[in-house]
């Protein structure tokens, strides 16, 4: 069975602050996936990654494929309270469906 | 937006009662696919389908059936609920990009289901 961990699982921070939240799995993926979501909401897709050592930017969000292709990272400089929300990753292998990480929750306080 | 309702949005229930939840989908997307969300587990694959009456399970199928007899519509169903079945339900479609190596799915609002 593949996993996927996130970590942290919870992150309060202050309005200005970066961060970076972290997707580990022992398993090889053909892609990862990075997903919000919002509270009373489905997950949104935010990125897809293909390539090993990949990096992907998206306005202040920086995500990262591992070489191996075993992990990903996400970055966000400046936080901004409308960036609160559950962020996931999610990997594909093969003809498998997606797996899904348990999450991880930020709430970022003005 | 994918064009993915579901419906109920909110429903409680009672113990041993049977309940199905329905997936819709106007864009004819071949896979379709129904999870979970629990706090501390995060979104867990219950059935997933890969066309019309072909299903297959997920990671939590125990207590759940789906069928698919339309490309729109994908029906789960709880046959005798139990409190351990209250949960968040989505459903989702899914894009393969990239010659299959990628995978893009899109959510539905999700049912809020409660068995009492």
């Known amino acids: 069975t593949q996993l996927l961990e996130q970590s942290p699982q919870f992150l309060s921070i202050q309005e200005g602050e970066n961060l970076t939240v972290y997707c580990n799995s022992s398993s090889v993926f053909s892609s990862l996936q990075w997903y919000r979501q919002e509270p009373g909401e489905g997950p949104v897709l935010l990125v897809t990654?293909?390539?090993?050592?990949e990096v992907k930017k998206l306005k202040r969000l920086t995500f990262q494929f591992g070489d191996a292709r075993k992990d990903s990272s996400l970055h966000i400089t400046a936080a901004q309270t409308g960036d609160t929300g559950l962020y996931l990753c999610?990997?594909?292998?093969?003809?498998?469906?997606?797996?899904f990480g348990k999450g991880t929750r930020l709430s970022v306080i003005a | 937006d994918a064009g993915i309702t579901q419906s109920p949005r909110h429903k409680v229930t009672e113990t041993g009662t049977p309940v199905t939840l329905r997936c819709h989908q106007t864009e004819n997307h071949r896979y379709m696919y129904w999870y979970r969300q629990d706090p501390g587990h995060g979104l867990r694959l219950i059935h997933y389908?890969?066309?019309?009456?072909?299903?297959d399970k997920g990671e939590v199928s125990d207590g759940y059936s789906v069928s698919r007899s339309k490309t729109e519509d994908f029906l789960l169903t709880l046959e005798s609920a139990t409190s351990s079945q209250t949960s968040v339900y989505f459903c989702?479609?899914?894009?393969?990009?990239?010659?299959?190596?990628?995978?893009?799915?899109?959510f539905g609002p999700g049912t809020r289901l409660t068995v009492l």
């Open positions: 389908s890969y066309g019309v009456k072909d299903t």
């Open positions: 989702a479609i899914s894009v393969l990009g990239s010659g299959g190596a990628s995978d893009t799915q899109y």
């Open positions: 990654v293909v390539t090993g050592g």
């Open positions: 999610a990997g594909k292998s093969g003809n498998t469906p997606l797996v």
